[in-house]
C-alpha cells in the first residue's frame, strides 16, 4: 500500500480564528464555552524582533490556534474533523493534532482524497506544504504510482518521519535506530565538555534526563531483534560510562564478586545503571500491560494481540 504524510503549512499559525469559531459553534459546544474560546483567542498582539530590536508597532493576531497551549492541538483538530470525515469511506486515516497521514491499496482513492483535501484546504483557508507532504509505497511488488495536489507532483521518499519516528518503505527501523544513536553520542560529548565534576552521580543524572529518553522514545516500536541494532543503542551509555569512570577515577577492574562480568556491566552496577536493552525491555512489557488490560486505546486488540495465559495464571 502507499502511505502519504500530509503537512500543512504553518498549520497551528494559519487557522483563522472567524472560522474557527464558526465551527466550534456548530459542533455543539455550549455557548458559553464557546465565548470562552472566543475571549481566549481575541485581543492577542505580536511584534517583530530581530536580535535585541523590537517594533514599535504591533498587529493584531486574527489566525492560529497557539502553539504551547493544552487548546491548541484540540483546537486544530476541531478545525479539520470535518475533513476527516469527509475523506472516502475505503481510505485509512490517523491524525494527531496537525499530522494527518491518510493511507490505502487503491491509488485512483488515494488521489481522489487527496483531491478533497486540496479543496478542503482552499474552502477553509489552510495551504498545504506541497515539498513537505510526501509518499512512502510499500511492499516489493509496489507499482510506486504517482500521486498530485493540483499540478505538483508529491515527492517519494525511502524513509519519512512520522512523530518523531524514521520510518523507511520496509517497515525497518535501522536509519532511526542510527540517526538516536548518533544523536545521543554527541549529545554525550557536549555534556562532558560542558562539566566538570568529580561525581558520579551528578553525570549520570545529566545522562538520565537529557540522553536516555532520546534512545528509549517510541522503543516498542523499533527495538531491534538482531545483535547489531542493539549493541548501536547501548554505545552511548557504554561511551559516557566510561569517560565518566576515568574523569572521577573510579576503578571498575574485577574483584572476586565481579569477575564474570564484563567491564561495561562492571561500570553499570557500580553506578547503578540498568542497561539500555533492559530498560527497554521494562518499557515494553509496561505497555504490553496496558494493552492487554485496557488501559490504553487500542482498537480492535483482538485482530493483533492474543495473550497466552500459562495454567492458573490471571490478569487482574
Known amino acids: 500500500m502507499d502511505v502519504i504524510l500530509i503537512d500543512f503549512r504553518k498549520a497551528f499559525d494559519s487557522v483563522p480564528h472567524d472560522l474557527l ?57 476541531i478545525y479539520i474533523i470535518d475533513l476527516i470525515q469527509s475523506l472516502p469511506s475505503d481510505m485509512y486515516s490517523i491524525a494527531f493534532a496537525d499530522d494527518l497521514k491518510i493511507y490505502s491499496e487503491n491509488p485512483a482513492s488515494l488521489q481522489e482524497t487527496l483531491n478533497v483535501i486540496s479543496d478542503w484546504c482552499d474552502q477553509w483557508k489552510l495551504q498545504l506544504a506541497k515539498n513537505k507532504t510526501v509518499v512512502l509505497h510499500l511492499g516489493v511488488s509496489n507499482p510506486h504510482k504517482d500521486y498530485f495536489i493540483g499540478n505538483a507532483k508529491l515527492a517519494s521518499a525511502n524513509a519519512a518521519r512520522d512523530l518523531g519516528l524514521l520510518v523507511d518503505c520496509d517497515l525497518k527501523f535501522e536509519a532511526h535506530i542510527a540517526k538516536i544513536v548518533n544523536n545521543a553520542k554527541f549529545n554525550c560529548r557536549r555534556i562532558l565538555n560542558s562539566f566538570r565534576s568529580n561525581n558520579i552521580k551528578f553525570y549520570f543524572k545529566l545522562f538520565n534526563s537529557f540522553i536516555r529518553p532520546t534512545l528509549e522514545y517510541a522503543c516498542e516500536l523499533f527495538h531491534p531483534s538482531n545483535s547489531l541494532s542493539t549493541s548501536q543503542l547501548e554505545s552511548p551509555l557504554r561511551f559516557f560510562s566510561r569517560q565518566v569512570f576515568h574523569r572521577c577515577n573510579i576503578s571498575f577492574q574485577p574483584t572476586s564478586s565481579n569477575a564474570h562480568l564484563s567491564p561495561y556491566e562492571r561500570r553499570l552496577e557500580i553506578s547503578s545503571q540498568m542497561s539500555m536493552y533492559h530498560r527497554r525491555i521494562i518499557l515494553i512489557l509496561k505497555t504490553y500491560f496496558k494493552i492487554v488490560t485496557h488501559q490504553c486505546h487500542f482498537p480492535n486488540l483482538a485482530l493483533y494481540v492474543k495473550p497466552a495465559l500459562s495454567p492458573g495464571s490471571h490478569i487482574e
Open 21 to 77: 469559531l464558526f465551527k466550534l459553534m456548530h459542533f455543539g459546544l455550549d455557548s458559553s464555552l464557546c465565548d470562552w474560546f472566543r475571549s481566549f483567542l481575541s485581543n492577542r498582539e505580536s511584534r517583530v524582533k530581530i536580535d535585541d530590536y523590537i517594533s514599535d508597532n504591533s498587529f493584531n493576531n486574527v489566525s492560529g490556534a497557539l502553539q504551547g497551549t493544552v487548546t491548541g492541538p484540540f483546537l486544530f483538530l
